[in-house]
Every structure is written in C-alpha cells, then in structure tokens.
C-alpha cells in the first residue's frame, strides 16, 4: 500500500512537472519587453557604465538560446537609454576567451563572436536594420527592405551615419595565457538614422519598437597562439552558439515578427513605468504563424484549403476572444486579414509579409 502511494505521489509529480513545463515553455512564446528611460547625464562612449544613468538603466533578463532549449555558457545582458540626440546600449559579455580578427568594417563580423542588435522602428518586418561588432569594435550595418523568406534587397553599402561604439575588454584581448572576464560594448545610434525606418519623423516617446538583440559565440581553435572557429573531423565548422535576448525559437533572426519589444519612457532613469504588450500584438504573432504555414511548401497544400474565405481549422482564442483569420487569393498573391475584437481595426498581412493596420 504505502509503495503503491509513494508511485501514485511520484505519478502526480511527473505529470504536474510535465504540465509546469508546458505552461512555461507557452509563456516563452511571448516575445520579451524592456522600458527604456531617458539619461539624466551625458553619456561619454567608452564601453563601460560608469555614468549615473547606466547605473541607473535596469538591465534586461539575461540571454537565451535561441530556440530556448538549451542554457548558454556565458552570461549576456544588456540595457538602454534614450536622449534627443541618441539611443544608447551597453551590453556586458562573460567570456573567459576573448577573441576577434577581423578588422575591415561590413566585413561578415559574426564569423567572429559578436554582439548584434536588429531595428524595426514600425513592427511592419519590413526596412529593418541589422547591426554587428566584435571585440576589435569593427562594425557591420545593413538595412534590410524585407526579410530574406521575402526576398528583398540587402543594402550592404547603408551606413548609420555617425554611429559610435567603443569595447572595453576585462582582460586581455587575443592573449590564450590568461582567463577573462569578458568583454563589454557600449553603442550610440543617432535618431536621425533610426527615424529612416520610422512611420514618422519624431522620437517614439511613449511608443515601442521592436528588437533583436543577439551573440554569437563559436567554439574555438588554437594555432600558434592564434584563435579560429573550431572544426570537426572533416574539415567543416562547428556551429555556432547563438544567445538572444528574446527567443527566436528557430535558429533564424531574420523573423522580425518574433523579436521583442522596447517601450520609449517619457520618464528619466531611475523612475518607473509600465509597459504591457498591446492585445493587438497577440493577434498579430498569430496571423503571422498562419502566414509562415502559407509560405511553406511543405504546409501550403493544407493550409490554402478555404471555406468561405476562412482556413481551414485556423480559428483561436486569442486573450479570450475568438480570431477567424480570413485568406483572400489574388491571380499574383494572397492577403491574410481579421478584424480585431479589441481594437476594431483590421490586421492584415500581404503576400510579401509587410503587416498593415487600417482603422
């Protein structure tokens, strides 16, 4: 008998582990946040905090894999601020090995470890900007006019204009004798630049953007005392770690829909706001995983079966209210739409993956 209770308790015990797990892998799914104050000092960029208003920043929660299954090696963390000339991000990188080669700007930079932050102003996935810097601060920038799945144009050649970055190393840089601490990057992005992407021209007080922030970070080789990407038995690189800020959950940044959010305080730093993701937003992640299954040729022939303009099975309970996702098909494309039941205005997605909101 009391066997029989003690496998009972550990039943119970498995299938409430089981279900925890569930519901905490479900909440993952909800891209992060962060609020972001206004400095109340001059920032000087010198790759480190010093200043009362880094002191001040709330860090952001700490990296995670990328797809959310596993724990990264290092600790990663960043935090932000905001003034009328700048956006401003610090970014404190453990790692016990710091290392960087490649030193000509918009140069493939991940191929070292790297920090990099993406930018879409208007949450619309399209006209988003890429950033990347190692520890030798050598920079790449990109603007992207549309997803890779979407095949827009990559202009390498744009540049954030006036941009400044510095690295503080805590440690010695390319030196395999020691241990480090790790490395630390502190970046100043004018808003003359980000405001390019922007569906107007003035600062997003009060407003969020959506980011990506991420880390990649290799195993590594030594030859001669000289750092390089680890390869396996064959010859081929080892993948790579990639450790974001707020999960992907496939190994892909290029999917703007799923980075997260930053919400521009109109409050200086020190003080506290709050911020809660718009129910629109929990629409919006939905019709955009529709959107992804219409994309995919292995999903399409299922997913494009329609009665009365709704897919097939593609109802859901959003926030309790129902959403019915609704596809209209064109001769050169489609348009995936719904009405809110929060707001009213219709949610819409194209075929190119550009989202619209009309009132």
Aim: glycine fraction near 6%; aromatic fraction near 14%.
């Amino acid at each position: 008998m009391n066997r029989y209770l003690d496998n009972k308790k550990i039943v119970s015990l498995v299938l409430f582990l089981l279900y925890a797990g569930c519901v905490w892998l479900a909440a993952q799914e909800s891209p992060r946040h962060y609020i972001t104050y206004k400095a109340i000092d001059q920032i000087n960029i010198d790759g480190q905090d010093y200043e009362a208003s880094w002191q001040k920043a709330p860090w952001s929660d700490a990296f995670i894999d990328i797809e959310g299954k596993e724990v990264p090696t290092y600790k990663t963390q960043m935090k932000m601020l905001w003034d009328d000339t700048n956006l401003y991000v610090y970014a404190k990188l453990e790692e016990p090995h710091v290392w960087a080669t490649l030193k000509k700007r918009d140069t493939v930079i991940f191929y070292n470890n790297d920090f990099e932050i993406f930018i879409d102003p208007d949450g619309d996935t399209h006209n988003y900007m890429e950033f990347e810097m190692n520890a030798l601060n050598t920079l790449w920038d990109l603007f992207l006019t549309k997803p890779y799945r979407n095949h827009g144009k990559v202009l390498d050649s744009w540049d954030m204009q006036g941009i400044e970055t510095a690295v503080h190393v805590d440690g010695t840089l390319n030196n395999a004798s020691d241990v480090d601490k790790g490395w630390s990057v502190e970046i100043a992005i004018p808003w003359e630049v980000l405001k390019e992407a922007n569906a107007h021209n003035n600062l997003p007080i009060n407003e969020f953007w959506r980011f990506g922030f991420s880390r990649v970070n290799w195993q590594f080789d030594l030859t001669e005392g000289r750092y390089t990407r680890k390869k396996d038995a064959q010859g081929k690189y080892l993948p790579e770690n990639n450790w974001v800020w707020s999960p992907q959950w496939v190994v892909n940044m290029h999917v703007p829909e799923k980075w997260g959010y930053v919400y521009f305080s109109e409050k200086e730093v020190g003080a506290k706001d709050v911020f809660t993701i718009p129910e629109d937003e929990h629409v919006k992640w939905y019709l955009y995983e529709r959107y992804r299954d219409l994309i995919d040729e292995n999903k399409r022939q299922v997913t494009w079966k329609k009665a009365d303009g709704q897919l097939v099975g593609a109802s859901k309970t959003i926030l309790g209210k129902k959403i019915v996702p609704v596809l209209e098909k064109y001769k050169n494309g489609f348009v995936l739409f719904t009405k809110s039941p929060f707001t009213g205005k219709t949610l819409m997605i194209k075929d190119d993956g550009k989202f619209i909101s009309v009132d």
